[in-house]
């Protein structure tokens, strides 16, 4: 019966234990259903388990078909969906199994794979321990290697560095290698090959440097320009405070350092590669361009061998005799700007280099044996440039030139050397910059004054009126007043001369930038120059063109209204060399420009050359005077070519209205002058050879032409009849006006044909005259000495010799009034016997010898 009861309460919990497996299948996930079906595999109700199962399906059944009736169409819905999950299902079976194969197949490949890879591994084992020994070995190599390589480029103190590494710290790791063995053996022979061509590099080295020394040198000039410029911009900005150095800066004031170290190149001979640096970039410095180190190796193993002298007298025999080469101009040197620049580049270089040795070796150069070789090559390098800078004719050449000099100069100076004596050089340069700059602006005054229209400039509107003020100092308030377009009174040449005296002044001025000259000097320089130029260039340059042979009388007239405009001017050029030397004219041996005395003296002369031009026309004009000296009748008014005459000297003293008073009244007085001696001199010309008494009137018209002219006032500023008095010799000498004699009566002469007249003839001291009285005509002839002009204010009392000249013009005109008795003169219509006429004439003419001869006495 117990056995019943444990029997009924085993089945009870196997129930009870179905249900919760039940209840955990409906409840639980499809994914982890597995434990819960296993734990009914493993236990012994297997059967029941299903009969159980099979009832709950029963039941879920049921509910369904339940659910099912009362959800018909869902279901219906629900199982089309199933069909159709049916087909995709049977995809998914398909690829299942299409999956299952290839992974069959893969896992073929995959066994082998594995086999590999334990082959692999085995292979990996081996290799690691290859690598370990290599690991030891490949330093060795590569410094064995190393050392090979620097050997071959010849960079022998790294490879004495590399070979001591060698030696010391790898090969003992590995001395159990063959290869090994051979290394050390070969260490001894590599040292002593170093040895030997540690002198070849020095040798290398030193003909590198030779070549080079230009770059070098041309490295320390740009140094020394930016440490310049850099002092220029503190100078002008003082208050800028410095606390941190630009890179610049700290580049080009540091000193040359030693390099202790391996070379920076794969040259050991000595300079660096900077040809493809860009120009903004910082300036290296000599010590970035040069590498030392084949002068430290060589000094440091001859030290060490005991042989330092020896290495020290060969270097300092081989510098100074690649000194002698540099201090060598090239025969050219004077044709460019470069060949000069080269040449000191060459001497900076070279001192470059002997001051880094200096400083960073011991005793291989001393400063004795460098002030000797600096001293040799300043003598040397000013011998040259007083040769060649002589051959210089272009200024701005010139001007660089002593830049570059003043740039080689600062870049030895801050190196330590005397450069004194450069600077004394320069100013004997700075007189051969002042004449090829005077011979520079010859050229440039010839082509102003060759240009010039020499006409007053005229201007059309405010604009180009104030740009003219703006370029020269003209101030005139009445020009000012008048309207557009009006005109200055000079011409172009006056504005652009003036501009061209500054420029010249600016130009000097250039050349005494960076000199170290007081303002003083300064001052002086300019004003000496400039007083050259104007004295000498430019006073030539108008003499020229006042004397050149095609210049008129306007251009003349023009040039002294230009030259005293120009005069005015010197006040403001001593303001302007005072404004920019700021040197006071007051102060004391500032020395005065002499512009005023050239402008004077331009001036006169083109003054005298206006007198001898108008004279030269005169003469042109008189060349075409055609008088008939046996005219019967004189003609109806003056000659044509005096009335043209008159008319050109009026048109031309209508153009000296600009002219100073006294330069016109003078050119009149002169012009006027000379058209009385030249009529004179055509009476008294030698062709010709009688008179009639119809020229004579003619001539007289001419005379009466000319002293209206002169009553005329062709120039304003004449006193009274001061202008016609330059017309009293032609007057005196012939005047056929209607008049009785004024000497004392003579004896009367017998009547001549159809005649009742006499012929008086009277010697005086006081006045000759000649004349004759009779018929329808009264004339005389009278020659006064006293209205002759001796001087300034002679008489005939003062200068005897005016006296002598009429008494010799009366025995020359004279003969030719005497009466050909078959031809018309001034004695023909007396018809009187020719003995008495003769003997009177020659009674005439004794007496004025006589009288000559008085004077004389």
Wanted: aromatic share 8%; net charge negative.
């Amino acid at each position: 019966m117990e056995r019943g009861k444990m029997a009924e309460l085993e089945s009870l919990e196997t129930a009870a234990e179905h249900e919760r497996i039940l209840r955990e299948i409906e409840s639980t996930d499809t994914a982890c259903i597995g434990p819960t079906l296993r734990s009914v595999y493993d236990g012994e109700e297997h059967g029941r388990f299903m009969e159980k199962l099979e009832a709950r399906i029963r039941n879920h059944d049921r509910e369904i078909e339940k659910m099912c009736n009362f959800h018909y169409q869902g279901f219906v819905d629900s199982i089309t969906e199933l069909l159709k999950v049916r087909g995709e299902a049977q995809k998914l079976k398909n690829q299942v199994t299409d999956t299952n194969r290839k992974l069959q197949n893969e896992g073929k490949e995959l066994i082998i794979a594995m086999e590999e890879l334990k082959q692999c591994r085995l292979q990996q084992r081996n290799i690691s321990a290859t690598v370990d020994k290599l690991t030891l070995c490949l330093p060795v190599l590569e410094m064995y290697s190393k050392l090979r390589e620097q050997m071959k480029s010849k960079r022998h103190y790294p490879a004495l560095k590399t070979l001591e590494h060698l030696e010391h710290t790898y090969l003992p790791q590995v001395s159990h290698y063959r290869f090994c063995k051979i290394m050390v053996d070969n260490i001894p022979k590599l040292r002593e090959e170093i040895k030997e061509v540690s002198m070849s590099d020095l040798k290398d080295f030193l003909e590198s440097i030779r070549k080079h020394s230009d770059k070098i040198g041309e490295t320390a000039m740009k140094q020394a320009q930016q440490q310049r410029n850099l002092d220029n911009i503190v100078s002008q900005q003082p208050r800028i405070s410095g606390g941190k150095k630009s890179k610049k800066e700290f580049c080009a004031s540091s000193d040359l350092e030693v390099k202790n170290t391996s070379p920076m190149s794969e040259q050991d001979s000595g300079i660096l590669d900077v040809e493809d640096e860009d120009e903004d970039e910082e300036v290296p410095g000599a010590q970035d361009l040069v590498d030392f180190s084949p002068v430290y190796r060589c000094l440091h193993i001859y030290s060490v061998l005991g042989a330092r002298e020896t290495f020290e007298s060969y270097y300092r025999k081989q510098r100074r005799k690649q000194a002698r080469l540099v201090l060598q101009p090239p025969s050219n040197m004077h044709e460019t700007l470069d060949g000069y620049r080269k040449y000191f580049n060459q001497i900076v270089g070279f001192f470059v280099v002997e001051d880094h040795i200096l400083h960073t070796t011991q005793g291989l150069v001393n400063r004795a044996y460098l002030d000797e070789l600096w001293e040799m090559a300043l003598s040397k390098t000013i011998a040259a440039l007083r040769t060649h800078s002589s051959y210089c004719s272009d200024p701005s050449l010139v001007l660089d030139l002593k830049n570059l000099i003043v740039l080689f100069a600062d870049t030895l100076q801050g190196y330590g050397f005397p450069v004194n004596q450069l600077f004394d050089m320069l100013l004997e340069i700075q007189d051969q910059y002042s004449e090829t700059l005077l011979k520079k602006w010859s050229g440039v005054f010839r082509n102003i004054l060759d240009s010039d229209n020499y006409s007053p400039i005229p201007v059309s509107n405010e604009e180009l009126y104030k740009k003219i003020v703006g370029q020269f100092p003209f101030q005139d308030a009445e020009l000012e007043k008048q309207p557009f377009p009006k005109k200055f009174p000079f011409s172009e040449f006056v504005p652009k001369v003036y501009n061209q005296i500054k420029e010249f002044i600016y130009a000097c001025l250039k050349f005494s930038e960076d000199l170290h000259l007081s303002s003083t000097e300064v001052d002086d320089m300019i004003r000496k120059s400039t007083n050259l130029l104007l004295t000498r260039t430019l006073s030539n340059c108008l003499q020229t063109v006042i004397k050149r042979r095609n210049v008129g009388l306007t251009e003349l007239v023009q040039i002294i209204i230009n030259t005293t405009h120009l005069e005015k001017s010197c006040k403001f050029l001593e303001e302007f060399i005072t404004n920019i030397t700021n040197v006071l004219p007051e102060t004391v041996h500032t020395t005065k420009l002499y512009g005023t005395t050239t402008f004077k003296d331009a001036r006169h002369a083109a003054e005298e050359e206006i007198y001898t031009n108008l004279n030269q026309k005169i003469d042109q004009f008189l060349q075409l005077a055609d008088y008939d000296w046996m005219a019967l009748e004189p003609g109806s008014r003056a000659s044509d070519y005096l009335v043209d005459l008159i008319g050109f000297l009026r048109s031309t003293f209508a153009v000296f209205t600009h002219l100073p008073g006294k330069v016109a009244q003078t050119a009149c007085m002169s012009a006027c002058k000379h058209l009385s001696t030249s009529l004179l001199q055509l009476l008294l010309e030698a062709e010709v050879r009688q008179l009639t008494l119809g020229a004579l009137q003619q001539f007289n018209l001419d005379v009466e032409e000319c002293e209206q002219f002169a009553r005329s006032g062709p120039v304003p500023g004449f006193q009274g009849d001061t202008l016609q008095l330059a017309f009293i010799d032609l007057r005196q000498g012939s005047d056929t006006k209607g008049s009785s004699p004024r000497s004392e009566p003579a004896p009367p002469a017998k009547p001549g044909r159809g005649s009742a007249a006499w012929f008086v003839f009277t010697v005086e001291l006081k006045e000759i005259s000649i004349g004759y009285i009779g018929g329808k005509n009264e004339t005389a002839v009278r020659l006064d000495p006293r209205a002759r002009p001796a001087g300034n204010n002679g008489s005939a009392k003062q200068n005897p010799g005016a006296r002598e000249e009429v008494i010799m013009e009366t025995l020359v005109l004279l003969p030719r009034m005497r009466d050909t008795s078959r031809k018309n003169n001034v004695f023909a219509q007396f018809r009187k016997n020719e003995r008495d006429k003769q003997k009177l004439i020659d009674t005439v003419a004794k007496q004025l010898r006589g009288l000559i001869n008085s004077h004389h006495s």
